[in-house]
């Protein structure tokens, strides 16, 4: 079975600080990774990524992925109040079915 | 457009009682699945469905969980009986390839959390 596996479990930070979440992988074939922002409610969506070592970037947030060392990494930068959620990373299979890391609380006090 | 709906959003029952979960696709969407969340855990594939046929089912616990997607659009998930590990939120998904947007994206509905006393 595909592990995805995410660390730190959660994080405390005050706003402005930067954060950067980790996701790592033990799969043998996949099509993509993905990140989702998850709040009270249902997973949003932040990034794919199918290609390795190309950053993805939105506003204060971005990613990358390393296939070789089998990681991603979420950056959040001059982090804010309503970045507190929960960060979901997961791997696209063949079939295009999501495989979910536990996921990393990150909290941001004001 | 409308995202993807769901019902009911809470439900409370007795364990060994049904319960049936309500979900309804973004419009022109032909994947569909059903994911199961327990607190403090990743959302789990269920079931995923292209149309009106099962793609993957293997984590279905088949005993007690059946679904269906009979006309191909909205879909119901039924647990009968309940047991108390089955509260969670349940929540549901659809995809479509369309231009422009990434292929592997799937947009989820706001859950059914159902709690097994």
């Known amino acids: 079975e595909d592990k995805v596996v995410q660390s730190p479990l959660s994080l405390v930070v005050h706003e402005g600080d930067t954060v950067t979440l980790n996701c790592s992988y033990e799969?043998?074939?996949?099509?993509?990774l993905l990140w989702y922002k998850q709040e009270k409610k249902a997973p949003t969506f932040l990034f794919m990524l199918t290609s390795s070592g190309i950053e993805k970037k939105s506003g204060r947030l971005s990613s990358i992925l390393d296939k070789k060392e089998l990681f991603s990494i979420l950056n959040i930068t001059a982090t804010q109040t309503g970045d507190s959620a929960v960060y979901l990373c997961?791997?696209?299979?063949?079939?295009?079915?999501?495989?979910f890391g536990s996921g990393t609380q990150l909290t941001v006090l004001p | 457009e409308a995202g993807v709906a769901q019902s009911p959003r809470y439900k409370i029952i007795e364990k060994r009682q049904s319960v049936a979960f309500w979900c309804n696709p973004i419009?022109?969407?032909?994947?569909l699945y059903w994911y199961q969340q327990i607190l403090g855990q990743g959302p789990k594939l269920l079931i995923q469905?292209?149309?009106?046929?099962?793609?993957?089912d293997s984590q279905l616990p088949k005993d007690r969980f059946s679904a269906e997607r009979l006309k191909g659009v909205d879909s119901t998930l039924k647990i009968q009986p309940a047991k108390l590990e089955d509260s969670a939120v349940y929540l549901c998904?659809?995809?479509?390839?369309?231009?422009?947007?990434?292929?592997?994206?799937?947009?989820f509905g706001p859950g059914t959390r159902l709690t097994v006393l």
């Open positions: 419009s022109g969407h032909a994947t």
């Open positions: 998904a659809s995809s479509s390839y369309r231009r422009g947007t990434p292929p592997d994206t799937q947009y």
């Open positions: 469905f292209q149309n009106n046929g099962v793609v993957d």
């Open positions: 997961a791997l696209s299979g063949s079939a295009r079915q999501l495989t």
């Open positions: 799969v043998t074939n996949f099509r993509s």
